[in-house]
């Protein structure tokens, strides 16, 4: 949906409340004319999300970022692998803004893989791939290709070109937001995080044993639960959101067999170096077996396979 | 055409002064976001950035949330247009219950580290009510406990 149209809509759906109410006023009030207002009222409902702006930025804002997966998997030692990734030449096949927004996510969280482990070609074909959705979805102002290119090819600075990166995204993700263009924003989140999810999955295939990736993947069913309540949202009056979480709901389902259970400690707390040091107590607990593993990794390949495609 | 110019010139001016006014009392929470993030602790990379406008949020409060994810370590940190002084941020978690907070014996510090020990949604909650600041940015970063 164009921002021109959601800015529209905005002002319109007042306006034509109002002008129900008069016609309905003017009228006898027989029930068919009170039965056509409330279902014209219901149809007017029904063209906005059925969440506040403040409830789903709060959602967005919620949504961790697929950096941190991708860095936990670098740090258990697993080595790099450019086969799990969207090939950066795909991007002729996404021609809806539905389709570019979210492989501008998947695209996203690739670059993000690709700078954790340096492989600065890789980095740099994901720059440009995303250069160019950026600029099809009018939001190329937001992102720094030079800094972010430059910091790619000099291998040198991580820090500063994660941090670019992530400052970028989510800049874009508040344009979104302010701009009345939060399904696209909810869609670039869900792709990155998609592609996340596949990433660690695939890693997980190779893996069966590890724990501490059964237990992340496990966690994800928080996630999911606040992405699925923005698709719900959005797919009232967006056919492809609509099909999206339908697909979705399958991953949902397998989900739902995952207990996370948590205990609660108080926390102390010091000063070291001028910041707050938190000693904390509270444990939680994620029960996930081999099979629920495969279940999703299954799941998540076609789902991510088929936004890709 | 002397007296048409003047007018222009006093018009032109009248038109600066209210657009400086009227920018002076805007608050630029991008630009402090952006601030803040360089300022986290080395070896965090940064994740996220939260705005902060007194005026956007219900009795000088204002709420956002984040997934934390267990076995990594959080900084999140906070910065305001006039200073720190009085600006209190509290996380709690799902429950709503309190784990930590950056006051410490009455005075706001500038940063907290927060070790994950459970994956969930958390709670982060800015307040202005003790601030001379009314616009301010927050950052957080993230870096695996074992680094």
Not at chain 1, 136 to 143: A, E, P, T, V
Not at chain 1, 256 to 271: D, F, N, Q, R, V
């Amino acid at each position: 949906m164009t921002n021109k149209f959601m800015r529209m809509k905005k002002f319109i759906s007042p306006i034509l409340v109002y002008a129900l109410l008069l016609v309905a006023c003017g009228n006898d009030g027989t029930s068919t004319d009170q039965a056509q207002l409330e279902n014209e009222l219901e149809n007017i409902k029904e063209l906005e999300p059925n969440l506040s702006d403040d409830k789903i930025t709060s959602i967005l804002s919620s949504i961790p970022s697929p950096l941190e997966l991708s860095v936990q998997i670098q740090e258990m030692g697993i080595e790099y692998n450019r086969d799990m990734l969207n090939n950066a030449d795909n991007i002729n096949k996404y021609n809806s803004r539905y389709r570019k927004a979210l492989n501008l996510g998947i695209y996203g969280t690739d670059l993000g893989y690709t700078n954790i482990y340096q492989h600065t070609q890789d980095g740099l074909n994901y720059l440009n791939a995303i250069r160019q959705l950026a600029s099809d979805l009018n939001i190329s102002q937001f992102l720094n290709f030079e800094s972010i290119k430059e910091l790619t090819s000099a291998k040198s600075n991580l820090d500063s070109l994660l941090m670019i990166t992530n400052q970028n995204f989510d800049q874009i993700n508040s344009h979104f937001r302010e701009t009345n263009q939060s399904s696209l924003s909810t869609l670039l989140l869900t792709g990155g995080w998609l592609e996340a999810l596949y990433i660690t999955t695939q890693v997980a295939l190779k893996h069966p044993d590890s724990k501490e990736l059964m237990e992340r993947i496990g966690e994800q069913k928080i996630v999911l639960g606040n992405i699925m309540v923005l698709l719900d949202s959005y797919s009232r009056n967006d056919a492809e959101i609509k099909e999206l979480m339908l697909e979705m709901q399958d991953l949902e389902e397998l989900f739902k067999k995952i207990e996370i259970t948590y205990t609660y400690g108080e926390a102390t707390s010091k000063i070291v170096d001028g910041v707050i040091e938190i000693q904390n107590t509270s444990t939680s607990n994620v029960v996930i077996t081999k099979e629920d593993i495969e279940n999703i990794t299954k799941t998540t390949e076609i789902i991510r396979n088929s936004i890709i495609g | 055409m002397t007296e048409i110019n003047m007018k222009n010139i006093i018009y032109v001016y009248i038109l600066l002064i209210g657009a400086s006014a009227y920018s002076y009392g805007q608050c630029d929470s991008k630009k402090q976001t952006l601030e803040c993030a360089p300022r986290l602790a080395e070896g965090y990379t940064f994740i996220k950035g939260f705005e902060l406008d007194r005026k956007r949020g219900i009795n000088g409060v204002v709420e956002y949330s984040y997934v934390f994810t267990k076995g990594a370590k959080y900084m999140i940190n906070i910065c305001g247009d006039q200073g720190i002084e009085g600006l209190v941020f509290t996380i709690y978690d799902n429950a709503r219950n309190k784990v930590a907070s950056n006051e410490l014996n009455g005075k706001s510090v500038r940063g907290i580290a927060y070790p994950c020990t459970s994956t969930g949604l958390y709670y982060i909650i800015y307040s202005f009510e003790k601030s001379a600041s009314t616009c301010g940015g927050s950052a957080i970063g993230f870096k695996l406990r074992s680094s």
